[in-house]
């Protein structure tokens, strides 16, 4: 552009700015660009939260076979509950079954007063989630128990350790607790000890 004889200093400078900016060669590439690391999080974030899901659920479903397949029993031995152990720990599999933690009891209420519920005997596996002593109290949520009765509870943990993003998140624990009552009697003796 000429201003009264001179010539405009910045030309040679706005021509290649101009053409740049009308020029539309890769502008998909820089779409592509900004888009695929959003893409990546929201695909790796999908399959953190689809195996969180389905680790929580075997977690729920382990509580569930436990309490259930020691409350089938009339009397077990240590040996009889190392086997169910076993056996809910193909439920989890191919999840890593070191991190699954279980804790297997029976409660009872007493003759006279149904809220005061303890302990008859307990066994943990893999360390167990909490330790009881025998005739410990044990809260237990109401309606469940009547007077003079016992229910088995299976309190299951699970320390989850994210897949993908492992060195960012820490491992937290999945919990679940289940309670179900005994199918052919009052109580589960355990190694002999009766309950009621």
Request: hydrophobic share 45%; aromatic share 10%; charged share 20%.
């Amino acid at each position: 552009m000429k201003l009264d004889g001179f010539r405009d200093p910045f030309g040679s400078v706005r021509r290649p700015i101009r053409k740049f900016a009308r020029n539309k060669d890769g502008l998909a590439a820089m779409e592509f660009a900004f888009i695929v690391p959003i893409m990546l999080l929201l695909f790796i974030g999908v399959v953190e939260f689809s195996q969180a899901l389905t680790i929580d659920r075997r977690v729920t479903q382990v509580a569930s076979s436990a309490a259930d397949l020691i409350a089938r029993e009339k009397s077990l031995t240590t040996a009889d509950v190392e086997g169910v152990m076993q056996i809910i720990a193909h439920l989890v599999a191919p999840y890593d079954a070191s991190r699954l933690k279980v804790t297997v009891l029976n409660v009872y209420s007493g003759i006279t007063d149904a809220t005061d519920t303890k302990v008859c005997w307990s066994h943990n596996h893999n360390g167990g989630v909490n330790t009881y002593a025998d005739n410990q109290k044990y809260g237990m949520p109401a309606g469940i128990l009547g007077k003079g009765s016992s229910a088995i509870v299976a309190e299951v943990t699970y320390d989850y350790q994210p897949l993908i993003f492992e060195y960012f998140l820490s491992a937290f624990k999945m919990e679940e607790t289940f309670y179900l009552k005994p199918r052919l009697s009052n109580s589960v003796e355990f190694n002999t000890k009766k309950c009621l």
